[in-house]
């Protein structure tokens, strides 16, 4: 399977708990993006890298949210501290520079914060 | 900010029916796309829009870009059950670099 990949698909915790998610994207894909999406709701976008450059991040990304993509394959988006307010679903995103901008999504990493 | 408005948030039809599904927006997006979304899945891009006054048609689902690039429509004719599912659009905004999504609208289809 050549898609985009997230690990893992879900992640229970207990409020305070360090979690970590991993994306793998499209292998030619210079642009991965993390979106944040509850229940109802649209995706809601949280940061992009292009390559391992982070070019934007949402003003509603808390201090507690950080995202990395050391070497310009694989990210992963670290919650500290997590709260009840984080439970979502974490989706990640790739897509080519160049192309028309169509977004390939993973299936999600679901979390809950209990 | 780019937001983008989806209505209606809700649609349930009968099999057979024919549906239209609005996008809307105050700013100027340089293109817009409609994406669908099934449960436990991530979204799944349809079409992409790029020139005011476009129309881009995907079998039995018509796509519509706005003449001032604000706003988008899809419609669905003859909608069956396999069309069920969360429809999103997203702007990519003016400097080509990300993607805002709208809340989306559900579609329920009886068969």
């Known amino acids: 399977d050549t898609g985009v990949s997230q690990d893992p698909r879900h992640k229970i915790t207990k409020r305070g708990q360090n979690v970590t998610f991993r994306c793998d994207p499209i292998s030619e894909h210079n642009r991965l993006y993390w979106y944040r999406q509850t229940l109802g709701q649209g995706p809601e976008f949280l940061t992009y890298f292009q390559n391992e450059a982070q070019l934007e991040k949402s003003r509603l990304l808390s201090d507690r949210f950080s995202a990395e993509r050391p070497k310009g394959s694989f990210s992963t988006l670290e919650i500290q501290r997590t709260e009840q307010g984080d439970s979502a679903m974490y989706l990640c995103?790739?897509?080519?520079?160049?192309?028309?901008?169509?977004?390939?999504f993973g299936e999600g990493s679901r979390l809950t914060v209990l | 900010t780019q937001l983008l408005e989806q209505s209606p948030q809700f649609l349930s039809i009968q099999e057979g029916e024919n549906l239209t599904v609005y996008c809307n927006s105050s700013?100027?997006?340089?293109?817009l796309q409609w994406y669908r979304q099934e449960p436990g899945e991530g979204p799944v891009l349809l079409v992409t829009v790029v020139t005011g006054g476009e129309v881009k048609k995907l079998k039995r689902l018509t796509f519509q870009f706005g003449d001032a690039r604000k706003d988008s429509s899809l419609h669905i004719t003859a909608a069956q059950p396999g069309d069920t599912g969360l429809y999103l659009c997203?702007?990519?905004?003016?400097?080509?670099?990300?993607?805002?999504f709208g809340p989306g609208t559900r579609l329920s289809v009886l068969p």
């Open positions: 997203a702007g990519e905004d003016n400097y080509g670099q990300n993607f805002v």
């Open positions: 995103a790739s897509s080519l520079a160049t192309s028309d901008g169509e977004l390939f």
């Open positions: 700013s100027v997006f340089s293109s």
